[in-house]
């Protein structure tokens, strides 16, 4: 049937108005690098019943963001599976739980001596232990800082609190004292999670995977889409109708489809409609702001939002301390999860209906909730040089030394026995044991290089440990963790991690131990190459743009383009960009050299095969400077190195040979030598 001309549906004007609205506010937050998020909740206010009144059917928009809800979890549980839940299990379980219990007991031992019943306390607890995933996520992946110690940890601990959650909702209730016997809604919750769990895991095990093969043979993208959509709300209303939450549902849903070949296209599928549903979820959140509440309150709120921060973020920071990290990453992980999440405001409307709290109190802790999402983006711009000033203070090293006797004892505090020990000399300095500086320690391993890594990880440790590497824990932005490597007898560091203020600092504490040791530093991006070069670098490897070399020489090899054009090609590449990027201020006199001759670099070659011009015969009868335009500066042949390389010296196959000079002849020459 066809809507006639004239018949209105209020949804669709306040579908345009928030849209339109939203574009409006996020295009202005966007030019101050404030996050989408923090847009809708604006928009959510100046919209709502308490702005401009904008919006008339706030019933269908609370329903919109219903399905943003559910699509949200779906979208989480397809991302993270069981298999990448258990290898940060120590992080989600130890951090998750000291962080949301540790919240939840001091707010409620606040609450309830500022004259809250028992029950409410505990339950304002609940809602404020819980922290932005949405917000602190995009952040995180923004600045490139998932993969580090603190991401990851941040990371785990926002796993836990999304788990959480649904416990929570299922245990308030039991708070408001409506339930007859609490032993068997216990036990009756715990049937009916064991029930919908056992359905999810043979799900994920036969039926899906059939399904979706079946699906997939027909090649319709539609009715894969069908089946995805169907998949998330049949699972999220089975939850519910056990007496569930249709969150946990969606959320189960979710790591259905995450352990089948299908979930990369399931979540390119859905994500679209997930973002849309959620920015509706966002804005009616803003729409439930009382902004004459807050003008009227405005300096209680702004103290209560400072003490929420505060105690959150102290309480996180402990998290990280119990996980055994040094001060600066534990600090990192309190200056991102300090404010009030999301699903806290789902939480709080449960709360109200059960009569825990007023709403009043609920117009407090919307307030609250908002002025610290409104900060966090803000904050976490800043956190890394804040936890880099508070963890180098004389009193604040002592008191994380203190902290650590107390709360726990490190099992692999053993490993991080000094370099020293070991009489460790010309070695290899691995900071960061992650792909890169694995890759570092093979290679060193197959030559017969001695090495030794620094690691934070305590996961990493005990399993590299255990295989015999010579990993120790330590922090290596520490001087004293420096210096237990040997750094001063050193010959080269490695650094491979994704802490970009940690890499500068760790460089600049290295260069005030030694000046000889040659420093090679992984960065994820192009930009942060100068200050890294300036700071006493003598190599900086972008991640990024070693990437696009790598896609364009796999482009050409299937053009069939000769490898020595491709080879020029790169070369050339590598000497614009990097050269570009070289800061004026040089470390040492041989920068000062190469400065002088950007064209001139050292590299050693084996002789791999005989050559009438080369080898065999003395230099003073070949002339190699003279016929390939490189000066030999020094010879290998087995275990002793000559330096004093004369008229005499004779190269032969087999032989390490050490030569000067343009990287374009160094190329031709190893043409002429190698295999």
């Not at 018949?7 to 669709?12: A, K």
């Not at 590299?603 to 095969?609: G, K, L, T, V």
Request: proline fraction near 3%; charge should be neutral.
């Amino acid at each position: 049937m066809i809507l006639a001309a004239n018949v209105e549906i209020p949804i669709l004007s306040d579908i345009v108005v928030i849209l339109g609205l939203s574009i409006i506010v996020i295009l202005l937050f966007r030019r101050l690098k404030v996050p989408p998020i923090i847009g809708f909740l604006i928009t959510g206010i100046i919209a709502g019943p308490y702005g401009f009144q904008l919006i008339d059917a706030t019933e269908g928009v609370k329903v919109f963001a219903e399905i943003g809800v559910i699509l949200l979890l779906f979208i989480i549980g397809i991302e993270f599976s069981i298999k990448s839940l258990a290898s940060i299990k120590k992080a989600v379980f130890i951090g998750g739980t000291v962080q949301v219990f540790g919240t939840v007991l001091a707010v409620a031992l606040v609450a309830f001596n500022v004259g809250f019943a028992w029950n409410s306390a505990i339950f304002l607890g609940f809602i404020f232990s819980l922290s932005s995933t949405a917000i602190v996520l995009n952040i995180l992946k923004d600045k490139g800082e998932t993969a580090s110690p603190h991401g990851k940890t941040i990371l785990a601990i926002l796993i836990f609190q999304d788990i959480i959650v649904v416990p929570m909702m299922l245990f308030t209730p039991l708070l408001a004292g409506q339930s007859g016997n609490i032993w068997i809604e216990i036990l009756s919750m715990v049937v009916k999670a064991a029930l919908l769990i056992a359905f999810v895991l043979v799900s994920a095990r036969y039926i899906v995977p059939w399904l979706f093969y079946q699906i997939a043979k027909t090649k319709s993208k539609e009715l894969f889409i069908l089946v995805i959509v169907l998949i998330c709300f049949s699972v999220a209303w089975l939850s519910s109708f056990l007496g569930l939450s249709l969150a946990l549902g969606a959320f189960l849903a979710g790591l259905i489809i995450s352990e089948s070949e299908y979930s990369h296209q399931a979540a390119s599928n859905i994500l679209p409609f997930s973002e849309l549903f959620t920015s509706f979820f966002f804005v009616s959140i803003g729409m439930l702001l009382d902004i004459f509440f807050v003008a009227d309150h405005f300096f209680i709120i702004v103290g209560l939002t400072v003490a929420v921060i505060l105690l959150k973020g102290l309480i996180a920071t402990l998290a990280g301390t119990f996980l055994a990290y040094p001060g600066r990453t534990s600090l990192r992980i309190g200056f991102s999860i300090f404010q009030v999440g999301e699903f806290a405001f789902i939480l709080a409307t449960v709360g109200i209906s059960y009569g825990l709290i007023s709403e009043n109190v609920n117009q407090y802790f919307l307030s609250v909730s908002l002025f610290s999402m409104g900060i966090t983006p803000f904050i976490m711009a800043v956190s890394g040089k804040w936890a880099d000033s508070i963890s180098s203070n004389k009193i604040a090293s002592r008191l994380e030394e203190t902290t650590k006797k107390v709360f726990f004892t490190f099992s692999d505090t053993s490993v991080a026995t000094s370099a020293e020990d070991e009489e460790l000399d010309k070695h290899i300095v691995v900071v960061g044991f992650g792909l890169n500086g694995q890759n570092v320690a093979k290679a060193a391993k197959s030559v017969g290089i001695p090495y030794i890594i620094s690691e934070l990880n305590t996961e990493t440790i005990r399993k590299y440990k255990h295989l015999g590497e010579p990993i120790i824990y330590g922090d290596a932005v520490q001087p004293e963790v420096l210096k237990s490597l040997s750094i001063h007898r050193a010959k080269v560091v490695v650094i491979a991690i994704s802490d970009t203020i940690a890499t500068r600092r760790i460089i600049s504490n290295i260069r005030q131990i030694s000046n000889t040791v040659h420093i090679i530093v992984r960065t994820r991006f192009i930009t942060e190459t100068e200050e890294n070069l300036r700071l006493g670098a003598d190599e900086v490897i972008p991640e990024e743009f070693e990437t696009s070399v790598e896609i364009f020489t796999r482009v050409l090899n299937q053009y069939l383009i000769p490898q020595k054009k491709i080879k020029e090609f790169v070369r050339s590449i590598r000497a614009d960009n990097y050269e570009m990027l070289r800061g004026v201020l040089k470390r040492s006199p041989m920068q000062k050299f190469t400065e002088e001759f950007p064209d001139l670099t050292t590299a050693s070659y084996e002789i791999e095969r005989d050559h009438s011009e080369i080898t065999n015969k003395p230099i003073s009868e070949t002339n190699i400077r003279k016929n390939f335009g490189v000066t030999v500066i020094g010879l290998k042949r087995g275990m002793e190195l000559n330096t004093q390389i004369g008229p005499e010296t004779t190269p032969k196959q087999g032989d390490t040979i050490f030569v000067f000079g343009k990287p374009e002849d160094l190329e031709h020459f190893y043409e002429k030598i190698s295999i």
